[in-house]
Antibody, heavy 120, light 109 residues
Framework: EVQLVESGGGLVQPGGSLRLSCAASGFTLSNHLMLWVRQAPGKGLVWVAHISSDGTSTSYADSVKARFTVSRDNARSALFLQMNSLRVDDTAVYYC?????????????WGQGTLVTVSS | SYVLTQPPSVSVAPGKTATITCGGNNIGSNTVHWYQQRPGQAPVLVISYDSDRPSGISERFSGSNSGNTATLTISRVEAGDEADYYCQVWDRSSVNRVEFGGGTKLTVL
């Protein structure tokens, strides 16, 4: 059974940092492009970043570029999101998401999400 | 960036057909995926590649995509279909990025 389990969320002050982790199981992580998608309270889904199956290529939304870094450890079946210089508008549930294959396409599995709250 | 436009809400009576649109410039030349998100839950893929239904998704869900509009159709609507629905595309025109529509709240009357 495919599972994606996020951790690392919590309350942080503006300007602070957090590192989200996503533990993947039930499939071979290295075969899939992976993403982070967030959802602010009461709002829609917003793409944050994605990383190629081998970790050599990344892409970021303009709103997080230069502040967030996505990485992966295929040997440990883990995905990460390092978030620096956090702002109040980064408050959201962050989902770890699997793309069907290594090229992109549809997102066939989502974690349950981890809540990040940025507040003083 | 590539903008996807969805109606904020759609209402339908049980047993009727719900139609949710996703507008975008020449979206018919792209492939569209649709997700259902029930309250308090993570999104679930319900339609991929415009009209393919993943395993386990009811045949009542169907999709189409042409011109400037992609459409998700839910026939014989049930109370359990009440949820938010999002369309999604890959925008590979300039920067390799993902775009979601703003979401449509489906209310079953």
């Amino acid at each position: 059974e495919v599972q994606l389990v996020e951790s690392g969320g919590g309350l942080v002050q503006p300007g602070g940092s957090l590192r989200l982790s996503c533990a993947a199981s039930g499939f071979t992580l290295s075969n899939h492009l992976m993403l982070w998608v967030r959802q602010a309270p009461g709002k829609g889904l917003v793409w944050v970043a994605h990383i190629s199956s081998d970790g050599t290529s990344t892409s970021y939304a303009d709103s997080v570029k230069a502040r967030f870094t996505v990485s992966r450890d295929n040997a440990r079946s883990a995905l990460f999101l390092q978030m620096n210089s956090l702002r109040v508008d980064d408050t959201a549930v962050y989902y770890c998401v699997r793309s069907f294959d290594s090229r992109g396409g549809e997102f066939d599995y989502w974690g349950q999400g981890t809540l990040v709250t940025v507040s003083s | 960036s590539y903008v996807l436009t969805q109606p904020p809400s759609v209402s339908v009576a049980p047993g009727k057909t719900a139609t949710i649109t996703c507008g975008g410039n020449n979206i018919g030349s792209n492939t569209v995926h649709w997700y259902q998100q029930r309250p308090g839950q993570a999104p679930v893929l319900v339609i991929s590649y415009d009209s393919d239904r993943p395993s386990g998704i009811s045949e009542r869900f169907s999709g189409s995509n042409s011109g400037n509009t992609a459409t998700l159709t839910i026939s014989r609507v049930e109370a359990g279909d009440e949820a938010d629905y999002y369309c999604q595309v890959w925008d590979r025109s300039s920067v390799n990025r993902v775009e979601f529509g703003g979401g449509t709240k489906l209310t079953v009357l």
